[in-house]
């Protein structure tokens, strides 16, 4: 109805155009004069009343009721004049008024309802037209948007079709995969028809040793969107590859989580870079200590001794250059003895014979005998009772501890050191603390090379690995390993062979 109040000056007969107005109005008359001259002929035998309504419907419906009641009323005129023209015989002189007034409240009944009608039907035509107009606009733009979605899906399948990285989508409820994208069939080596089957498919491929962190990582870091895993996977070939996978929420306009979008990507090739980096940066080290050792160390032997003479020679002849020979002879001594002791540091390895624990034990008393610093070394005993970790496990904590005590004492200048190896909830925590300044800002891991490396020595185990203050201000190097990592069939008697794990 408030449609109609809206519409109803649209449709008023006042605002029909003057000619059309009167044109029409004079056909009626003419009209309602022809019923007359009917009536006229007719006689009183036929009753041509309902004749009068055509013109009269004629003109309501044309121009409005402003017309109609202007016919209605020349209507029930002209039948009255008729009516008394042709000298009926009435009971009473009354009736022909009675019956000319009665057809006028019929003619002005009918002009009414049927202006109305004509109105209702104008405005429901007004109506169907203006829902037609915007139906096709709704039809344009949905039109245009399924063109866009059609072009933004073209572009996304494009885009996943041709690069190497894995794209996948599942609901929430992580029961169903709505989308992968082709490259998996390349990395993981088995059927995307497969994974849409069983969407668990995926994970039967990751290594034995990652499988429980990647699970839990999977249940509890998806729907948060913190989930960001590197792990291994088996494929059917028996080649192992190395995956960097990230998850991410989707939410609807209600907030909603309603699905989980991520990206896999295939770092093989960096792991590979990164252990080779790994293995050279051992090699260089060894190669630095010997030409630190042989070369270096020997050039500076020779230099102290052609020093000394120099210097026993100024003294024989009482020069007062003597005393200053003397102290470049302690100089050039000084500057020996630190190279031979940064060579012995840089050689130093970990015998995979010895516990973990012994081996940082005999790195701390290294340190101290070389460096003249406090280091002090600390395992829990359910550590230290262990006989052994697989040589490549040992080997790579050995390592991070033997880089970021160096680090400390050449870049920190730390006359400290705290080496700990202990249990933290469900990990294996190797801690070193110094008493130095910190030699890497701790927002920002991993820029120097041996940081990196050493991130790269954690990661191969599923650990992490940071730089940050310690208690005191102290710099510390912290590296957390999952136990679930570190299998225990690993720990293994002294003397017996193991297999290293693949990494």
């Given amino acids: 109805m408030e449609i109609i109040r809206h519409r109803r000056h649209e449709l008023d007969p006042h605002r029909e155009t003057s000619a059309h107005w009167h044109a029409v109005t004079a056909a009626g008359t003419i009209g309602v004069g022809l019923v007359g001259l009917f009536d006229l002929y007719t006689g009183n035998e036929i009753s041509v009343s309902i004749l009068y309504e055509l013109p009269i419907a004629a003109a309501v419906w044309s121009v409005g009721k402003w017309s ?6 020349l209507a029930a005129m002209l039948w009255l004049k008729l009516d008394l023209q042709e000298a009926k015989s ?49 039809v344009a733009q949905r039109q245009q ?32 995969i709505l989308y992968v994208s082709p490259s ?124 000394q003479c120099l210097a026993e020679s100024l003294s024989v002849r009482k020069r007062p250059e003597a005393d200053d020979a003397h102290q470049l002879v302690t100089f050039v001594n000084t500057a020996a003895h630190q190279v031979r002791n940064l060579s012995h540091l840089l050689a130093m390895d970990w015998g995979p014979e010895d516990s973990l624990s012994d081996g940082l034990s005999r790195l701390g008393e290294e340190l101290e005998m070389l460096f003249g610093i406090t280091c002090t070394v600390k395992s829990e005993p359910s550590l230290a009772s262990l006989p052994r970790l697989a040589s490549d496990q ?21 006359r400290t050191v705290g080496i700990s190896l202990r249990h933290q909830g469900k990990m294996l925590e190797l801690l070193i603390e110094n008493d130095g300044a910190l030699w890497e800002p701790a927002s920002e891991p991993g820029r120097s090379l041996g940081l990196r490396i050493m991130n790269y020595r954690a990661g191969t185990l599923g650990g992490t690995l940071s730089l940050q203050p310690g208690q005191d201000g102290k710099a510390t190097v912290r590296c957390q390993v999952p136990f679930q990592n570190i299998r225990e069939a690993l720990f293994l008697p002294a003397g017996q062979e193991t297999q290293s794990i693949p990494s």
Avoid at 68 to 73: E, K, Y
Avoid at 399 to 409: D, F, L, P, S, V
Wanted: hydrophobic share 40%.
């Fill in 68 to 73: 109609g009641l202007w016919l209605s009323i």
């Fill in 90 to 138: 009435y009971s009473h002189w009354v009736i022909p008024y009675w019956n000319a007034s009665v057809r006028l409240g019929f003619f002005l009944l009918s002009t009414v309802l049927l202006s109305h009608i004509r109105f209702l039907v104008r405005n429901l035509e007004s109506i169907i037209r203006a829902r037609t107009d915007d139906l096709r606009s709704e």
């Fill in 184 to 307: 998996y069939e390349a990395v993981w080596g088995e059927s995307r028809a497969r994974l849409h089957q069983c969407p668990q498919s995926w994970f039967d491929s990751v290594h034995p040793d990652d499988k429980a962190r990647v699970q839990e990582a999977a249940l509890s870091q998806q729907i948060p969107g913190l989930y960001d895993e590197e792990y291994r996977i088996l494929r059917p070939d028996g080649s192992l590859r190395w995956i960097h996978d990230r998850a991410f929420p989707v939410r609807n306009q209600s907030g909603k989580i309603y699905r989980i979008v991520g990206v896999a990507e295939d770092i093989t090739r960096r792991k590979n870079l990164e252990r080779e980096v790994a293995r050279i940066s051992v090699q260089e080290q060894q190669r630095i200590a010997h030409e630190l050792h042989d070369h270096i160390g020997a050039y500076l032997a020779g230099l102290a001794f052609r020093a």
């Fill in 145 to 176: 948007a399924e063109s866009i979605a059609r072009d933004s899906a073209e572009r996304f399948r494009q885009l996943a079709e041709n690069i190497r990285d894995v794209f996948w989508m599942k609901d929430s409820a992580k029961d169903e």
């Fill in 394 to 414: 040992g080997r790579q904590l050995y390592r991070i501890a033997q880089e970021a005590a160096r680090n400390a004492i050449q870049h920190g200048k730390a």
